[in-house]
């Protein structure tokens, strides 16, 4: 599943789309986006890759079991990071 931190832009390192487990990761305290797939230099000159994956799956799976997501709610209950409406 392809998600991102939507508390950052789109531009910053941290804030680019990424792969990971489900849609609540971005909120879970091992969620590391990263380029694990360095862009080839023989065929471009991006700085970065066009595929992060989050850096702790890539490395060693998901820890067992999930830690909870820490959500950060606006006054709507919607999660800053995640985007999902959580009901308190």
């Given at each position: 599943m392809i998600?991102?931190?939507l508390s950052l832009n789109k531009k910053e390192y941290k804030?680019?789309?990424c792969f990971?487990?489900?849609?609540?990761?971005?909120?879970?305290?091992?969620?590391?986006?990263?380029?694990?797939?360095?862009p080839n230099p023989a065929y471009s000159r991006?700085?970065?890759?066009?595929?992060?994956?989050?850096a702790y799956n890539w490395n060693t799976g998901c820890p067992q079991p999930k830690p909870e997501p820490i959500h950060n709610l606006n006054r709507q209950?919607?999660?800053?990071k995640c985007g999902q409406i959580i009901r308190v």
């Open positions: 998600v991102r931190d804030g680019h789309p990971a487990v489900d849609a609540i990761c971005p909120c879970r305290p091992c969620y590391n986006p990263h380029d694990c797939t360095p991006k700085v970065y890759s066009d595929t992060f994956h989050c209950h919607r999660c800053r």
